[in-house]
């Protein structure tokens, strides 16, 4: 074994285990799509993909999906573009609330933020509508969120901060030179909006499109609560109504259009990185003296900055409010003297008596800490690999880690259902931890990525040149220079294992259910009070995760320095 790349022995075992967790899923999906059922797995028939696709309402199901992601995608492109021009170009006040409105909505689960805008908008009892009937004495439903176009509203508002991560760094390395040359040869800011601003950074913009289509075609939040209600179906939760609904689940069916929504999002994926690269030749900036043109809004600042904070508002703190507001009151109520008389504690109660939201909470603790600990381990070693050991088999790991990124979630979960009931681990919690890892391993890989980056290999040689072993350099040396890479991996990965529905759905079984699984049932079952308690502590619970790791991660550090 070569003193410089002692890590080459780990890049063999690790091609295998992070192979069989992005690799099996997807060969299991393929098998289980030619399979008679879960009960005859390996009898092929082509029985499965004509059902499925000769389907008449399959044609409508496709068309909502493509309206509902390319809609999405225009909804929280358009809406980015806009904030990262305020906040990489203009004079607007209080720009620290951008870096909030790109990272904290992603601390609020998906399946909450849906939930709100359901209290606030449903056309029975939802809260508008009921201050309209009840304060201004319309009649019929105001406003019905279980439409399309709220599916589209709300899930582009949840991918709003994806999009602006895409475009926010492509404006801020934008030249403005090239704008103020073309007014001076007389163009309008029109004619420069569309002939040079929006052609510069176009691979910036499709680039942000299409990774909002692949997160909306993977979502199942906002479709399971605002689309199936109003019997709106996407290819997400038309699988998950193949297996969760009716006298019993056809797994092989679920898997036939799973692979629809599979080969869409490698696709999709293709582009997306063909985009990225594609980027470079766009690059306006190559001076390390340049600094971005600020524009003067002039007396538009303060109006402008009332639309972010609404946005911010809509983003952070109405979800939050609203949950918190239902959970108290014993039903849907308006606010006012008689709801705020109303309040108590009795669905906190409710749900911490209720045995099955205490097994939801206690398997979603586990899951976020244990299994984000396993994650980060697992994600420590590939990150090493991919950085430091530069051989073609590192190269190969680190396409297929970040493979999963590409696999709509509950895609994953059928998949992965095929692979599970052969084994002992099916009906298991094991089951969804070796999902949750598979699904959610970039997350953990990616800040150790870039904190790896950072480390020169000097440091590590010169330990070596000292004496001093692989395990002593990586304890004394490394290790304590990756503590916030390790940290920030770690609150991703236990954030989104807390959070996580749609391979939940799939996996989950009596016994092993989870906050976010237990949360839809409530949804289902109409139980919004119960919901809005149970969705409160799953925040908390985020929240209280990401403190003390962060607390921790900084005690480490001050303790290493």
Known sequence: MSIRNPGTIFTAPLIAV?????????????????????????????????TA??????????????????????????????????????????????SIISIVPMMVPHILFAVSWVLLLNPTNGMINLFFRQALGWEGIVFSIYTLKGMILVEGLLDLPIAYLVIAPAMSSFDVSLEESSRV????????????????????????????????????????????????????????????????????????????????????????????????KYVTVSSRGFHPTTIDLKGARYPLFG??????????????????????????????????????????????KDPVSLISLKNSLLLGTGGASLGIVLSFFVAYTIVKIKTKASGFLESL?????????????????????????YSTIWALLVGYIATYLPYGIRPLTSAFVQIHGNLEESSRVCGGGALYTMRRIVLPLLVPGIVSGWILMATMFVRELSLSVVLSRP?????????????????????????????????????????AGARLTSVKN
């Open 18 to 50: 992070v192979g069989f967790l992005t690799v099996c899923p997807v060969a299991m999906l393929v098998l289980g799509s030619f399979s008679e059922g879960l009960g005859a797995f390996g009898t092929f028939t082509l029985a499965k993909y004509a």
């Open 53 to 98: 696709y000769t389907d008449p309402e399959f044609i409508r199901i496709i068309l909502n999906t493509v309206i509902f992601t390319t809609g999405s995608a225009m909804v929280s492109t358009g809406l980015a573009l806009f904030l990262a021009y305020l906040n990489n170009r203009s004079n607007i006040p209080f720009k620290f609330l951008f």
């Open 185 to 280: 040869c007389g163009a309008s800011n029109i004619r420069t909006l569309l002939r040079i601003t929006l052609p510069v950074l176009r691979p910036a913009i499709l680039a942000a499109v299409t990774l909002v289509i692949i997160r909306s075609m993977a979502s199942f939040a906002v479709p399971s609560v605002i689309g199936m209600p109003g019997r709106i179906y996407v290819l997400a939760t038309h699988i998950y109504r193949v297996v969760a609904t009716g006298y019993a689940a056809d797994y092989g069916l679920a898997a036939a259009i799973g692979m629809s929504a599979l080969v869409a999002s490698i696709t999709l994926i293709f582009v997306y990185r063909r985009l990225t690269r594609e980027g470079e």
């Open 307 to 352: 639309i972010v904070g609404l946005i911010s508002f809509v983003l952070i703190v109405l979800p939050v409010a609203v949950l918190f507001y239902t959970s108290l009151v014993p039903y849907s109520m308006v606010p006012g003297v008689k709801a705020f008389a109303a309040m108590s504690w009795k669905h906190y109660i409710g749900v911490l």
């Open 401 to 425: 880690s970040f493979l999963s990124f590409s696999f709509p979630g509950i895609v994953v979960g059928i998949g992965f259902m095929w692979f599970f009931v052969q084994t002992p681990l």
């Open 511 to 551: 016994g092993t259910e989870v906050l976010a699984v237990q949360i839809l049932r409530f949804s289902e079952d109409g139980l919004w009070g119960s919901l809005s308690a149970l969705g409160i502590m799953m925040i908390f619970i985020s929240t209280a995760l990401v403190v003390i790791a962060s607390f």
